[in-house]
């Protein structure tokens, strides 16, 4: 079949790698992709939340499945505008429905998911431009450090980790009478600091039924040892050496379970992934946020873990037969390094041209933020590219993506060094 994918990172680009190896896979569309997309399949030039381009497309090249990449188009709706036109009511979308998406969209409408149905997560109170000085004297009851998130979407940049109540009580001013992230912090949830090591489970659902995919540990901040801004991603792992089965039972009947079962008793329409952003305390899996798609760089080094066929597995969960798939995951190890543009998270060069691809062996090369120009690829964003490669533990997977992104090169290229420094020892 033909099957349309909206995205243009390097979750998309691992997307595609693994849908075009599928017997299942006729033509495989990306809108908009990324010079990593072009190079296996068709890249459109239309922006997915351009609902009415994506409709023309899907009709014209008798698409027969949409999925969806990034969080924009599943909160704009996108499930719903299919399902509510004749035309393309049979096509299935993997991805939620408009409610579902609020469990990313809206902070305060996942915290009040999450405490309905019993699932573990930091106490909170949520404030408006209105109740700000509230949100104050509410900071004034809580221990540093002090944890502010924009309710809305913000590009992963939305949270504030604050040591200083003056400073928390300032930004949080800042966010709701000065609109720092813009419409997205026109409402601010503050929550309590939870002190633990983080890691990311991914839920494949088909709405009823669900298949728990490999976990994942990203790493966040711009800076070796996890300093300074965050990011998108600088690089993940898989699996997480300290999920273990005992772990990753808690997770499965206190979180995973009651949060499928939410969705259900709710009537929230949801087939596709629930990223569960967790934190572990002292053994014990706290939930810190939801996310309704696959993370970045996470998609990198999951989906390379995963043996069965990716488009054979929509199928399933479009058609609600997901029980039906015995899940394969490859025992090895799998990590990957982003290699950013110089002065990301902040402002940097588009259009660097970047060498040495062709050089690289041992590894896959996910391209995130990169576009063909003149035959050339070229840097086309902050996070440029994702280095990827397998390997018995963690530490030698790293280690030959490393060597790699050694061959790699182009004006200002930086990448942490550290990746899984954490978990040494």
């Known amino acids: 079949m033909n099957i349309l994918l ?18 299942l896979c006729n033509k495989l569309f990306v809108a908009p ?7 296996i399949a068709t890249n459109i030039n239309i922006s997915p939340t351009d609902f009415e381009a994506i ?18 188009p599943l909160v704009a709706g996108i499930y719903d505008f299919f399902l509510n ?31 309905k149905h019993q699932i573990p997560t930091a106490a909170y109170d949520s404030f408006t431009k209105e109740t700000v000085e509230k949100g104050c004297r509410f900071l004034e009851t809580l221990q540093a450090p002090y944890v502010l998130k924009a309710d809305g979407l913000a ?20 966010m709701l009478v000065d609109a720092k992230f813009g419409a997205a912090s026109s409402k601010v949830v503050i929550e309590e600091f939870l002190d633990g090591i983080e890691l990311s489970c991914f839920v494949l659902t088909d709405g009823k039924n669900y298949k728990i995919l490999p976990t994942a540990k990203d790493y966040k901040r711009i800076g070796e040892g996890d300093t300074g801004l965050n990011t998108g991603g600088m690089g993940a792992i898989s699996p997480v050496p300290f999920a273990d089965a005992t772990l990753l039972q808690k997770i499965e009947n206190r979180i995973v379970i009651p949060t499928i079962n939410g969705l259900q008793k709710d009537g929230i329409p949801y087939k596709g992934f629930v990223f569960i952003g967790l934190i572990n305390v002292n053994g014990e899996p706290i939930v810190i946020e ?27 969960v479009a058609n609600q037969k997901l029980d039906d798939v015995q899940l394969e995951v490859d025992e090895r190890s799998a990590a990957t390094v982003m290699v950013v543009s110089g ?26 933020g990169t576009k063909t ?23 030698e997977a790293i280690k030959k993506s490393y060597q790699n992104i050694e061959k790699l090169n182009f004006d200002t290229m930086y990448y942490r060094k550290d990746i899984g420094f954490d978990l040494l020892g």
Do not use: C
């Open 33 to 39: 992709g990324n010079a990593g997309t072009d190079s």
């Open 290 to 316: 939801y996310n309704v798609r696959m993370g970045d760089p996470e998609t990198e080094v999951v989906i390379p873990r995963l043996k069965n066929d990716l488009v054979e597995l929509f199928v399933a």
């Open 155 to 174: 590009a992963g940049k939305g949270v504030l980790i604050l040591q200083n109540l003056k400073e928390a009580q300032q930004e949080l001013r800042s």
């Open 373 to 395: 120009e003149n035959g050339k690829v070229v840097s086309n964003g902050g996070r440029v590219l994702a280095v990827t490669s397998y390997g018995n533990d963690f530490q």
């Open 85 to 115: 036109d004749e035309s393309l009511r049979s096509i299935p979308i993997i991805g939620p429905s408009k409610l579902g998406a609020q469990l990313e969209g809206s902070k305060e409408f996942a915290k009040e998911f999450m405490i």
């Open 6 to 23: 909206l995205g243009s990172g390097g979750r998309e680009h691992a997307f595609a790698w693994k849908m075009t190896q599928s017997p």
């Open 343 to 368: 002065g990301y998270p902040e402002d940097y060069e588009k259009g660097k041209e970047i060498s040495g691809l062709e050089q690289i062996q041992d590894s896959i090369v996910f391209h995130a």
């Open 55 to 72: 409709k023309k497309l899907v009709l014209q090249e008798n698409i027969k499945m949409v999925v969806v990449g990034p969080e924009d």
